[in-house]
């Protein structure tokens, strides 16, 4: 079954400093990663992309990484700020015949930043 | 670049009431997603367009869900009639293409069915 786990469900952490949020999934076939940024009330926005061949990327402060063998993926925010307050939420694509693809999300992770 | 607009953004209904939300997709995009999102949860598919024909409705349920785009461009998502369970933000998205095309979100609109 097609699955995407992430962990933390939420995370509390102060302003300035830096968090790791984690993404399991068990997709197949395998197309590409997505990180979203989901803040309250809004629908989410694209922080990064990888495929297959890609082991990180980079978006400002937010650093993703891809390990295709374990199946498992992180984002890695720096130097917090306030503003980055919001539900993470990783997406992995996977590739059917005819050339569609469809995305399976997981439950997100809830940061908080507080001063 | 306008991004995808989605209205109304609220709407409070009784249970076995129907409701509708429109959503217009960014100019240029074929495809367009429903997505609805339970409160602690991640989007769920429930219907893929590609131009005004449908992709993938396989998590849609039928007997209470309708969407449409006619003109291969803004697009209807009906719920008659609706459920407590439906309480939910609908999300609509599109892209160029289907594919590793990017999405582009638009805010949603939340229902709450009492």
């Given at each position: 079954?097609?699955?995407?786990?992430?962990?933390?469900?939420?995370l509390?952490?102060?302003?300035?400093?830096?968090?790791?949020?984690?993404?399991?999934?068990?997709?197949?076939?395998?197309?590409?990663?997505?990180?979203?940024?989901?803040?309250?009330?809004?629908?989410?926005?694209?922080?990064?992309?990888?495929?297959?061949?890609?082991?990180?990327?980079?978006?400002g402060?937010?650093?993703?990484?891809?390990?295709?063998?374990?199946?498992?993926?992180?984002l890695?925010?720096?130097?917090?700020?306030?503003?980055d307050?919001?539900?993470?939420?990783?997406?992995?694509?996977?590739?059917?015949?005819?050339?569609?693809?469809?995305?399976?999300?997981?439950?997100?992770?809830?940061?908080?930043?507080?001063? | 670049?306008?991004?995808?607009?989605?209205?109304?953004?609220?709407?409070?209904?009784e249970?076995?009431?129907?409701?509708?939300f429109?959503c217009?997709?960014?100019?240029?995009?074929?495809?367009?997603?429903?997505?609805?999102q339970?409160?602690?949860?991640?989007?769920?598919?429930?219907?893929?367009?590609?131009?005004?024909?449908?992709?993938?409705?396989?998590?849609?349920?039928?007997?209470?869900?309708?969407?449409?785009?006619?003109?291969?461009?803004?697009?209807?998502?009906k719920?008659?009639?609706?459920?407590?369970?439906?309480?939910?933000?609908?999300?609509?998205?599109?892209?160029?293409?289907?594919?590793?095309?990017?999405?582009?979100?638009?805010?949603?609109?939340?229902?709450t069915?009492t």
């Amino acid at each position: 079954k097609n699955q995407v786990e992430q962990s933390p469900q939420s995370l509390i952490i102060l302003e300035g400093k830096n968090c790791t949020l984690q993404c399991n999934y068990t997709v197949s076939p395998f197309s590409n990663l997505r990180w979203y940024k989901q803040d309250t009330g809004r629908g989410p926005v694209s922080l990064t992309i990888m495929t297959f061949s890609e082991n990180t990327k980079s978006n400002g402060r937010y650093t993703a990484t891809l390990d295709a063998d374990t199946k498992q993926s992180s984002l890695h925010i720096t130097a917090s700020q306030l503003s980055d307050s919001a539900s993470y939420i990783c997406v992995v694509s996977a590739k059917f015949s005819g050339g569609y693809n469809k995305l399976i999300f997981g439950a997100g992770t809830r940061l908080a930043v507080h001063p | 670049e306008a991004g995808v607009a989605q209205s109304p953004r609220y709407k409070i209904i009784e249970k076995r009431q129907s409701v509708a939300f429109w959503c217009n997709p960014i100019s240029g995009h074929a495809t367009l997603y429903w997505y609805q999102q339970i409160l602690g949860q991640g989007p769920k598919l429930l219907i893929q367009f590609q131009n005004n024909g449908v992709v993938d409705d396989s998590q849609l349920p039928k007997d209470r869900f309708s969407a449409e785009r006619l003109k291969g461009v803004d697009s209807t998502l009906k719920i008659q009639p609706a459920k407590l369970e439906d309480s939910a933000v609908y999300l609509c998205a599109s892209s160029l293409a289907g594919g590793a095309y990017e999405q582009y979100f638009g805010p949603g609109t939340r229902l709450t069915v009492t």
